[in-house]
């Protein structure tokens, strides 16, 4: 299927994939009093007095900002605001179809993160979360970082968080089938990005070895030029100090990781890595390396990042789960322990009798994964004391 020409027509026929509904009715007068003027002042007077009343008298509790900047779009890179419109408002349906989250695009014409900053934080008395998309790192890194210290509802970027997600729970069912054990298991991640540098932390958090390359090839603490996010990368991963390109530090590898760019990995590559290699190949729209390719050079279980092709490892499984629950107990901030909790009940959901190659996490349509993320993402709010209900 030609996807690009069907999606084209779509967004023709539809004019865009978002509109705005009212909840109550507006038919009678009174209906326009009660809505608006005079009633509406009523509770406009309550929130002045008591400004958590904004959560239970407007739709703040389950709304949520979706901001960009358009710096790096999908695998399109740094194509601006306006053209970063439509895959916007594909993640605001997904909020709302698979999470009934309320979401709404914010395309910000600036790259500069202390407007982003800014703009965002003005804004915040309309949402009840941030969700980051498609910023570009480093700047990604310290715009998430002032914004969770500014705000007191949950900032997420999810192109770090919501990957690094989705890749750990993959990789806990993908070391069943290969009958690995976290320890002494290497991962090289190809990207230094936002999502490869959260897919780090996160691996490491979880016990595993990791090694990340950019396109120098390995970061190593003892490589010079390395930027700050680099050096805290460093400090972090590759306790071996390995370095070289990627084809060099991929040999006798466990696991590849790629959050980087179409066609960097061949299957002579990964032949290489120790038998029955695990491959997640997810640069979008096409991968590091097709699936296909990679289970001819020996990989054992294989994922991309596409809807169109077994072990779908995106984000969608990730951010309207994680948002639910936090907003549900109006959660003040997401948490890595909420991140972990979160990947452990998506790992969950593969039973043994599904788990196979060809499927390691459950599929984006399966009913129960927002449902068992939100109450893990929830749980863990309350114990760390960041839930308000």
């Not at 002045?48 to 389950?62: F, I, S």
């Amino acid at each position: 299927m030609d996807y690009n020409q069907r999606s084209l027509e779509l967004h023709y026929k539809w004019r865009g994939k978002l509109s705005i509904k009212p909840k109550p009715p507006l038919l009678t007068k009174e209906d326009l009093a009660l809505a608006y003027t005079p009633g509406v002042a009523e509770p406009c007077r309550v929130i002045q007095r008591e400004p958590v009343k904004a959560y239970e008298l407007t739709g703040r509790w389950n709304t949520v900002a979706v901001v960009t900047d358009g710096s790096a779009v999908l695998g399109l890179g740094n194509i601006g605001a306006l053209a970063g419109l439509p895959v916007m408002e594909g993640k605001c349906v997904l909020f709302k179809d698979f999470g009934d989250v309320d979401a709404f695009p914010l395309c910000l014409d600036t790259q500069d993160p202390e407007e982003i900053v800014q703009t965002v934080r003005l804004l915040a008395p309309s949402f009840g979360g941030v969700n980051l998309e498609d910023i570009s790192a480093p700047r990604c890194f310290d715009i998430e970082k002032r914004l969770k210290e500014l705000l007191d509802i949950p900032v997420f970027h999810d192109d770090q968080h919501g990957t690094a997600l989705v890749v750990l729970a993959a990789i806990k069912n993908a070391l069943k089938i290969t009958g690995r054990e976290p320890a002494g298991t290497t991962v090289v991640i190809s990207g230094a990005g936002a999502a490869g540098t959260a897919i780090a932390r996160l691996l490491n958090a979880a016990g595993l070895t990791v090694i990340v390359c950019d396109r120098q090839g390995a970061i190593h603490k003892d490589r010079e030029g390395l930027s700050p996010a680099k050096v805290e990368l460093a400090a972090l991963t590759n306790p071996q100090g390995r370095s070289g390109p990627l084809s060099q530090v991929l040999v006798g590898a466990d696991i590849l990781v790629g959050v980087s760019g179409p066609g960097l990995v061949t299957g002579d590559m990964i032949k290489t890595m120790r038998p029955e290699a695990i491959v997640l190949a997810m640069a979008n729209p096409e991968p590091e390396i097709w699936p296909t390719e990679a289970l001819r050079a020996g990989a054992r279980v294989v994922g991309s990042g596409r809807s169109d092709l077994p072990n779908q490892i995106n984000n969608v499984l990730a951010f309207p789960g994680i948002f639910r629950g936090a907003l549900d107990v109006r959660a003040r901030d997401i948490s890595q322990a909420m991140i972990l909790a979160a990947a452990a009940a998506l790992a969950d959901l593969v039973g043994p009798y599904e788990l196979g190659p060809e499927r390691i996490v459950p599929s984006p349509f399966d009913i129960r994964v927002v449902p068992r993320l939100s109450q893990a993402v929830a749980e863990v709010a309350k114990r760390e004391g960041l839930a308000r209900v």
